[in-house]
């Protein structure tokens, strides 16, 4: 929060300018508010920029929640998307090894290949 921002919202609460006046406790309170919310919308902002939903955020703890909620989930799905296509490419490599052989023309498509492509792809059931 910068300076500018902290004079203009003292003032928006009631203080004087270039002197400190106590304004008594509601004034305080004003001011902690403008603050609290100003803080609030500069983490929504940022997490609505990074594509986060802000959900019912109403304090930054509820924001802060529901972003480490968000980070979880993608970092969960993240990871089931690598593993699925490090599966299918390795059972890509399988398949590739039988067509390889077949076009020497030593073995054929040898099944053996493809069971082994099958039993990497079946691994995703379990």
Request: proline fraction near 0%; include cysteine.
């Amino acid at each position: 929060m910068t300076r500018e921002n902290i004079i203009r919202m003292a003032r928006e609460a009631g203080f004087a300018d270039g002197v400190v006046d106590i304004v008594g406790l509601e004034g305080f309170i004003n001011f902690a508010a403008l603050i609290a919310a100003h803080e609030r919308e500069k983490v929504a902002r940022w997490m609505l920029e990074r594509g986060y939903a802000t959900g019912h955020g109403d304090t930054i703890e509820d924001l802060l929640e529901e972003l480490d909620w968000q980070i979880a989930e993608n970092w969960t799905r993240a990871m089931i998307n690598g593993v699925t296509s490090e599966r299918e490419a390795c059972a890509m490599e399988c398949i590739k090894l039988a067509h390889g052989w077949a076009r020497l023309g030593a073995w054929g498509e040898n099944n053996e290949f493809h069971d082994c492509a099958a039993a990497i792809r079946a691994r995703r059931e379990k």
